[in-house]
């Protein structure tokens, strides 16, 4: 019988900045950015965006709220000098607002700003308990189902989620952290509320993908909510239609080490 | 469009597809299923015919018994402002004539009812319920007329998709209950699962009645994650549209946006350039592989067979890997609009996509040696969760669920569309209807998929990928039909005078299939409910939608 070697299974030693450095060329977290052209402040971008995700300020600042971005491209495909690419997007925020990024239009250059590597970051004492061990309940709460296969990806031989701690159980009593998606549909409300009470506290609500964080496409209707914060509060919003597995981890070992 | 001959009996319709399928034959003069393939960019075989509602419960029996027919869709549009009434849409595939039989009937406002026909075609049972939900139309002599799509908290008489229903205002919540089917007897007792289950899926209330481990009866109670996808097109652009209709089911986001594109150019009577229908076909069967590799991976995980279940696992990280490579968007998204594709791949990409498929026919092979050499495996899968063909065909499965129990129902082939109209594929079928099967079916329609993108690639030219001048407005509606990783989706579109959508219904295959699964539990044990529910791979979100 043939024997299956278990280092074409598990690949050892490998961490995340080993993955992002493999695939440094599709690095899954595509949104769309300026790339530094000069912007003719036209606001087709504003127009095109089925989310309301992008608008002007004071006619001279372009803000991109991230948190209602659905990747779709259609403001890169509108955008006639071509001054937006699809760039590398950006990973959770705490907040909304810290997803919200403003451009100046005469000077679209990408000033994402990056985060200050400091040794002696504050981690919340909140957060601080779960540095080495998380576990998981994910709660779908009408998502398409995207980002469920996603969240199922991190714990898959390539992402391998548990070697961080982080693993996936089967009741909210077990867990320390609810993984929430989709914009909270009416007849998921109920159901969300009871798992939420049934979560033991500490706990940590991330809020994932761009339903979640804000509604995204399908949020604001007679029978969907504005994401999860309109019904409990969400500690970490990690954007994305999807937000891809890498992007997921990323954003909770962010979260643990006190980088965001 | 709609013929207008006076329709009496089912030999009309016989005359009318025959009309239709001998006007395109007469084009190309090959096998009537290629020429209405070839004949406008592969989108035709709808034939739409105008009835009285008093003739339909007899056509539709005689559409069934004489024409082998299967109702695939039941839908209904307000019309009432307009043509003063509500409209009724029955979809019937006739496979043997190439042919979606689409009957279009009225209903007068003033009398907001139609005659069920659930009981001599089970396969009609939601579709109807979900038209009393939604319109309020109330449909005559249907024995199960509980609440379906909306649950029991929403206020009686407001109906989302009547034209009045203002789609800016909350609905305040009532109190209701759903009353659950009660198996009674001696040692019968009720498990209650869900919404929020053990594994990460989407969320569904499952309600067995069982007898020690026996499953006696399970009740589904589903559309916990109903977005009013269907209202929510309305006033749509159509590029809107299309990213609507990629985000309707995750896993299915290929096949819905192009169902619905499809639909949109049947309207516009446009046909997209030959390499947008080649690289449709190659994204179609790149995500056909990632649903099935999931699959297949799940029922290992379901029956704790870890090797298989990492295997698999890495294999469909490959394929998503190369859809990220090949479009930035791990699910293939933003590609697919209306006119073809928004954008065109490099020769390079082509390239690895091509040079992809020898290492994962390599993967698939080893991939099911490993999982059907244990004994174990053998012992879940054999005779686990079997679907009898003649359960399947009373209610209107599709896609592999159905070809596991030996229906040669295949959309690409029946309907061709696109490139399949180019490339005739033959159906995979296996007789025994359980997991086994429907895990080995899945294996054999990867190595399909592959087998499909070489000849895809194969010969395929540079050129446009997108055609179409879809400003020039004129109202209309037509169907867009795809063979989705899970089966037959139907898309029908109906475009008004500022080419913005007027209405929109969706048809994903997990609405056909989800009734089916627990004639497929009856007698099974309860630890085996996930197997069996993942063997069927039913999509939560494209059912809700």
Redesign the interface.
């Known amino acids: ?2 024997r ?1 070697s278990c280092k074409r ?1 598990c690949r050892p030693k490998v961490t995340i900045k080993d993955i992002d450095a493999q ?1 440094s ?2 690095s ?1 977290r ?1 949104m769309p950015v300026p790339d530094g052209l000069v912007c003719s402040g036209c606001t087709a971008c504003v127009k ?1 965006c ?1 989310t309301g995700a992008i608008t002007l300020k004071n006619d001279r600042q372009l803000v991109f709220k991230y948190d209602a971005c ?5 403001c890169v ?1 509108a955008c006639a000098p071509g001054a937006l690419v ?1 760039g590398p997007g950006i990973d959770g925020a705490t907040s909304r607002g810290a997803l919200t990024h403003t451009f100046s239009i005469n000077k679209l250059s990408p000033n994402l700003p990056e985060k200050p590597q400091t040794k002696d970051a504050v981690i919340p004492e909140k957060i601080k308990i779960f540095a080495r061990s998380m576990h998981v309940r ?16 991190i714990s ?3 992402y391998d989620a548990e070697r961080f701690g982080i693993h ?1 159980v ?3 009593r077990h867990a320390d952290v609810l993984f929430v998606t ?2 909270v ?4 409300e109920l ?1 969300l509320r009871k ?1 939420d009470a049934a979560t033991p506290t500490p706990k940590l609500i991330v809020a994932i993908g761009a339903c979640a964080c804000s509604g995204g ?2 949020g604001n ?4 909510g504005t994401g999860v914060d309109e019904f409990i509060g969400v500690d970490l919003y990690i954007p994305g ?2 937000p ?1 597995p890498r992007a997921i981890l990323r954003s909770i070992l962010a979260l643990r080490s006190g980088t965001i | 469009m709609a013929t207008t001959m006076h329709i009496r009996s089912i030999k009309d319709i016989v005359r009318a597809i025959d009309n239709k399928a001998g006007e395109y034959a007469g084009k190309a003069g090959k096998r009537p299923g290629e020429a209405l393939g070839e004949a406008l960019g592969g989108a035709l075989g709808e034939v739409l015919i105008d009835i009285e509602l008093s003739l339909l419960p007899k056509l539709a029996l005689d559409i069934v018994d004489e024409l082998h027919g299967t109702l695939q869709f039941i839908f209904a549009v307000d019309e009432r402002s307009h043509n003063n009434g509500f409209s009724l849409h029955h979809i019937f595939g006739i496979p043997s004539k190439h042919c979606l039989l689409h009957l279009k009937s009225v209903i007068p406002a003033d009398a907001p009812e139609f005659p069920s026909l659930a009981l001599q075609l089970p396969a009609m049972n939601w579709h109807e319920r979900k038209i009393a939900d939604m319109l309020g139309l109330t449909p005559v002599g249907h024995p199960d007329p509980r609440r379906l799509v909306l649950h029991e908290d929403w206020p009686q008489g407001v109906y989302p998709w009547r034209d009045d229903f203002d789609s800016k205002q909350k609905v305040p919540r009532v109190k209701g209950t759903y009353e659950f089917h009660r198996i009674e007897g001696e040692g019968v007792f009720e498990i209650a699962v869900g919404p929020v289950h053990a594994g990460i899926i989407e969320p569904g209330h499952f309600r067995f009645s069982s007898v020690g481990e026996k499953i006696l009866y399970l009740e589904l109670r589903l559309f916990y994650k109903h977005r009013g996808i269907e209202r929510f097109m309305r006033g749509r652009s159509l590029l809107e549209g299309a990213l609507v209709a990629e985000r309707v089911s995750g896993d299915e986001t290929v096949a819905n946006s192009v169902a619905y594109s499809q639909a949109i150019e049947r309207i516009f009577k446009v046909a997209i350039p030959e390499r947008a229908q080649r690289l449709r076909a190659v994204f179609l069967e790149l995500e056909r592989m990632h649903c099935h590799l999931a699959d297949i991976g799940g029922a290992a995980t379901d029956i704790a067979f870890s090797i298989g279940a990492a295997k698999a696992a890495l294999l469909r990280e490959k394929v998503m890997s190369l859809c990220e490579m090949v479009s930035g968007s791990r699910f293939l998204r933003g590609m697919i609009a209306p006119g073809g594709l928004r954008r065109d791949i490099d020769n390079e990409v082509i390239h690895r996509i091509s040079s992809f498929i020898e290492i994962a026919l390599c993967d698939v092979k080893e991939l099911e040696a490993t999982t059907f050499s244990r004994s174990s495996v053998i012992d879940r899968f054999m005779k686990t969760g079997v679907l009898s063909t003649e359960h399947a065909l009373n209610l209107g499965v599709v896609g592999p669920v159905a070809r596991a129990s030996g229906i040669a129902v295949d959309t690409r082939t029946d309907y061709p569309y696109g490139f399949y109209a180019m490339h005739p594929l033959d159906i995979i079928t296996r007789f025994d209807g359980d997991v086994a099967a429907r895990v080995r079916l899945k294996f054999d329609e990867v190595r399909q998929s592959l087998g499909i993108i070489e000849a895809a690639l194969g010969a395929i030219k540079s050129g446009a990928v997108r055609t179409g001048d879809f400003a020039v407005s004129s109202r209309g509606q037509a169907l867009g039909w795809v063979e989705a990783p899970r089966g037959m989706t139907l898309c029908w579109v109906e475009i008004d005078d500022e080419a913005k959508i007027a209405n929109c219904r969706l048809r994903t295959p997990s609405f056909n299939n989800w009734p089916a699964l627990p004639y497929a539990l009856h007698g099974n044990i309860v630890p085996d409910f996930p197997l069996v529910n993942k063997s069927f791979n039913l999509s939560y979100a494209g059912n809700d939608l």
Request: charged share 15%.
């Open positions: 019988m043939r299956i299974i695939r060329s599709n899954g595509w095109i089925p659905i990747a779709c491209r259609a495909d699809m994910e709660v779908d709460c009408g998502s398409c189902n995207a980002c469920e296969l996603e969240i199922a990806a898959n031989p390539v996936i089967a009741s909210p989709g914009p549909t009416r007849q998921m159901a798992t496409l399908f209707t007679p029978v969907t239609c999807p891809s």
